[in-house]
């Protein structure tokens, strides 16, 4: 249990049974204002069971979720949750698409589509109002997705591998991307990854979740701390710090 928490928002004690068959065990962690975490793992281990808890999707049966000190266990709505695939609906605009949140929370379509349309320079999304999901690539796809994620005005975002699906080029851009938009939204992150490199490029800290009923087995501070050269990725501290995640997955 977590004393003294200064988080902007954690859990504690995280429990999630299916039939009675435990999924994720004893789960906590913690976010600080502004941050950025991975949660690392092989497939199978409950991570996105996980998120589903922590944004309120489902309910634990065991442990407490809160925000900026309030309890909001089996509360949605009080943090942003982005699934793997961008979920963009077809014959919707992509502006149409991005206000999506602001119209189910009551606001009138012309107002939102005003207050949406000033975040589109931000978001390299300039010029694409008006066209439709399938006019775009994969990478302004997520950006999208992303826009309409943050639409919500939340300032925590659970992100469950938002970029798997692109090639390993447009991935690396869109990490780079992501890592600025955050940092000028001052939105804290918490990423579901498969990649140990993602992981360390953008993280402050990597939680490991392995085993079955899904535990954290580890939990590593980055060095050095953001925001990082980008020679990173070909440091010595990259190196090690990426062997020690492979070994403590199993990878190694």
Same mark, same amino acid.
């Given at each position: 249990m977590f004393t003294n928490n200064t988080a902007q928002f954690y859990c504690e004690g995280i429990v999630k049974e299916y039939y009675e068959v435990p999924v994720v065990q004893d789960i906590s962690l913690e976010l600080p204002e502004g941050g950025f975490i991975s949660l690392l793992g092989p497939s199978g281990v409950g991570k996105t069971t996980l998120f589903n808890v922590l944004s309120g999707v489902e309910k634990p049966d065991g442990g407490r979720v809160y925000l900026n000190g309030e309890d909001i266990t089996g509360v949605s709505g009080k943090v942003s949750y982005m699934l793997q695939k961008d979920l963009l609906l077809e014959y919707r605009t992509v502006l149409d698409n991005v206000i999506l949140p602001l119209l189910i929370?009551? %606001?009138?379509?012309?107002?939102?589509? %005003?207050?949406?349309?000033?975040?589109?320079?931000?978001?390299?999304?300039?010029?694409?109002e008006k066209k439709y999901p399938y006019e775009l690539s994969g990478g302004m796809r997520q950006r999208a997705a992303l826009l309409r994620t943050c639409m919500t005005h939340n300032s925590v975002i659970l992100l469950d591998e938002p970029f798997s699906a692109l090639d390993a080029i447009t991935r690396r851009k869109m990490q780079a991307w992501y890592a600025e938009i955050a940092e000028q939204m001052k939105v804290s992150t918490l990423f579901i990854t498969h990649d140990v490199e993602e992981a360390l490029i953008l993280s402050d800290t990597v939680y490991i979740l392995n085993g079955k009923p899904g535990k954290i087995t580890n939990k590593i501070e980055v060095i050095p701390p953001r925001p990082r050269d980008r020679d990173f990725?070909?440091?010595? $501290?990259?190196?090690?710090?990426?062997?020690?995640?492979? $070994?403590?997955?199993?990878?190694?």
């Open positions: 929370r009551g %606001e009138k379509k012309k107002a939102a589509r %005003e207050q949406a349309a000033c975040f589109f320079p931000i978001f390299g999304l300039t010029g694409y990725p070909v440091s010595n $501290e990259f190196a090690q710090q990426k062997r020690f995640i492979l $070994e403590a997955i199993g990878d190694k």
